[in-house]
């Protein structure tokens, strides 16, 4: 029973599209993250989002948008698609509170072509 | 400019010995620090935290340290044992920013039989 779910796993695509990644979690967490594994194996976060505030890495472009349609879960829409947008993003969430860890989804591997 | 940083891309020990990730961070407003275990093509596990209050936290084999003067942490894995193979990513969060992580490069552990 998986606890934060990721789809699809692996993606290829052109340049220029548009594309989604769906993640969703049955923890009964109330808020949600987007991180990107760049080539040099960083993780980074994107997003954080609950239901009364989304916070922006102010280094993630503007083609990058998470959507919500419920608290369990946060999609991310990407936009003319770039090569440099080729990585692997990881969905988490954790619950609302001081010191607590996140969960993470088992990634979506994104190669733009 | 990397806040958190594992400077050991690597670390090989025999099984039954122990091992010892380090981790440095520049941030002395961070208040929560986090390992996670990441095997390939998985999402990172979680698997010991510390808050800031605290200089040491115990959980079965492993034990993490923290020296708030020093800006250091580190993770004690005793005894080895050869599934501990993976790699280890150190992160810290700031409590008002969301708990959004901020991750280390990451040290890969092999641990031989």
């Known amino acids: 029973d998986t606890a934060v779910s990721q789809t699809p796993k692996y993606l290829v695509t052109q340049m220029g599209n548009d594309k989604s990644i769906k993640c969703e979690q049955n923890l009964g967490h109330d808020t949600m993250y987007w991180y990107k594994q760049d080539s040099k194996k960083f993780l980074k976060i994107m997003f954080s989002y609950n239901n009364k505030e989304l916070i922006i890495n102010e280094t993630v472009p503007n083609r990058f948008s998470p959507k919500s349609p419920d608290k369990a879960h946060l999609n991310l829409h990407i936009n003319s698609l770039e090569l440099g947008d080729s990585a692997v993003y990881f969905c988490a969430s954790s619950p609302l509170g001081e010191w607590t860890e996140a969960f993470f989804g088992q990634g979506t591997r994104l190669t733009v072509v | 400019d990397q806040q958190v940083k594992q400077n050991s891309p690597s670390l090989s020990v025999q099984e039954g010995r122990i091992s010892i990730l380090n981790c440095d961070y520049t941030n002395s407003m961070f208040d929560y620090f986090l390992w996670y275990k990441k095997y390939p093509a998985e999402g990172p596990t979680f698997l010991i935290s510390?808050?800031?209050?605290?200089d040491k936290n115990e959980d079965g084999r492993f034990t993490v340290f923290l020296n708030k003067s020093a800006k250091h942490l580190s993770l004690h894995i005793v005894p080895s044992q050869p599934g501990d193979s993976a790699v280890y990513f150190c992160a810290a969060s700031l409590n008002n920013a969301g708990n959004m992580l901020t991750f280390g490069g990451g040290t890969r552990l092999m641990v031989k039989p």
């Open positions: 510390i808050s800031s209050i605290k």
